[in-house]
């Protein structure tokens, strides 16, 4: 169910997911995931290790530590599967396969440049968003960046880090006058649920415009580059008309 956007402030505060919709990582995701596995004992190339891996494929977008809660079963593998994810991840980084997506970077500061707050989210861990932050030379881009401990220790498809950029930057006094853009089911249902009036997918990164569209974007663009301009003609064709005096 989309959230209609509010007809009378406009959309000042802009939440865009990461890796898939404003970086491309290159695989690193899987890479890093079966460096962690077989850390823990997950054999390459057996079943387990397949069934594992589509796992991670197919929930690209939620927390990596609710990812490997499934799993691994327990907290304490999780943990230590986690911890292994974001030391490989760490480690492949400097192989130069993070970069920015085209026009993310332009459109980031264009948001800006129009009175926009932008926050960067991830369900990284910080040492990992920090690390991808430094190597685009990001870490000023944003008015602000949240991984989920820094919303209480819940990623997507919560809508927590929705409402901590929210709340954070009071940038807006209406949820509604937020958006959202990402590249997966579980940013759709993010932004969705934390009541967000524009839910943007994007087709640059892990799903399609049916899997997108069937979790709660209200619109479907072709890449984060064409933001900016979906946010001025959305607020252009809601402003009320001028009445003469």
Not at 36 to 65: C, F, N, W
Not at 139 to 156: I, Q
Request: net charge negative.
């Amino acid at each position: 169910m989309s959230n209609p956007v509010n007809p009378v402030n406009p959309v000042n505060l802009v939440v865009l997911d990461m890796a898939g919709t404003t970086v491309a990582d290159g695989g690193l995701v899987e890479r890093a995931f079966e460096r962690a596995a077989e850390r823990l004992g997950v054999e390459p190339g057996s079943a387990d290790h397949a069934a594992k891996l589509q796992y991670v494929r197919d929930t690209m977008g939620e927390s990596k530590i609710s990812v490997f809660r499934h799993l691994f079963g327990t907290e304490d593998l999780a943990r230590q599967a986690n911890t292994a994810f974001e030391e490989a991840y760490a480690e492949l980084l400097d192989d130069g396969l993070v970069t920015p997506l085209p026009g993310a970077r332009e459109a980031v500061e264009e948001l800006r440049a129009a009175g926009r707050t932008v926050v960067l989210t991830t369900g990284f861990a910080r040492v990992t968003q920090d690390a991808i932050l430094d190597v685009l030379g990001w870490r000023s881009l944003a008015d602000l960046t949240l991984c989920p401990a820094d919303a209480g220790g819940r990623g997507r498809p919560y809508p927590d880090m929705v409402l901590a950029a929210f709340l954070r930057t009071g940038a807006v006094a209406d949820v509604r006058d937020v958006a959202v853009a990402g590249d997966t089911a579980y940013d759709m249902l993010s932004g969705s649920r934390a009541g967000a009036g524009t839910v943007a997918g994007v087709l640059t990164g892990a799903h399609g415009r049916e899997a997108l569209t069937g979790h709660g974007a209200t619109h479907v663009l072709g890449s984060v580059a064409e933001l900016p301009a979906l946010l001025a003609r959305l607020e252009s064709t809601a402003a009320p008309e001028e009445s003469g005096t």
